[in-house]
């Protein structure tokens, strides 16, 4: 269906998107409906998986859970979320979601903007920091958790 006249997404048309971290559901993004301002994306992450540090330097993200426990880093601060809990990134912060546990976690990104002027476009996001200190280290002590890569 053509994007500029969709207003309803279900799950049936979501668009697939299996990647290091997590397998994706994207429901909102500008190749779906007619958003410039709104990215959305259902996140499956399995139990001892993580999204590593990283920042997206152009835009702002909500994290909220809707099933399991988040292990969610804003910055050096961390806590642990659970369904109908979120954090908040702005743009540019560096942050992280580990799932240390024994049941998957399944949360919503929402990002903004879902559409960049071509030259913050071109920069990489998200940007990967996970092997820079301090957050090579920040997590030690706590339970490993390893990508899909």
């Known amino acids: 269906m053509n994007p500029a006249i969709r207003h309803f ?5 979501a668009l697939r998107e299996p990647n290091a971290w997590t397998n994706n559901e994207w429901l909102c ?3 779906i409906v007619a958003a410039e301002q709104l990215l959305l994306v259902r996140a499956n992450m399995d139990p001892m998986h993580c999204h590593p540090f990283h920042y997206h330097p152009h835009r702002e ?3 909220y859970v809707i ?3 988040a292990e969610q880093w804003v910055g050096n601060e961390h806590r642990i979320l659970r369904a109908g809990e979120m954090a908040h990134i702005p743009a540019g912060t560096i942050h992280a979601t580990y799932n240390p546990h024994a ?3 399944v949360f919503l990104a929402i990002l903004s903007p879902a559409k ?3 030259d913050q476009a071109a920069a990489p996001d998200p940007c990967d920091v996970s092997q820079q ?3 090579a280290s920040i997590r030690q002590g706590l339970r490993a958790c390893a990508t899909n890569a």
């Open 116 to 118: 960049l002027p071509p």
């Open 9 to 13: 997404v279900q799950i049936a048309d």
């Open 133 to 135: 200190e301090p957050w």
């Open 67 to 69: 099933y399991g426990r």
């Open 103 to 105: 049941e998957p976690l």
């Open 29 to 31: 993004r500008p190749d």
């Open 61 to 63: 993200e909500i994290i």
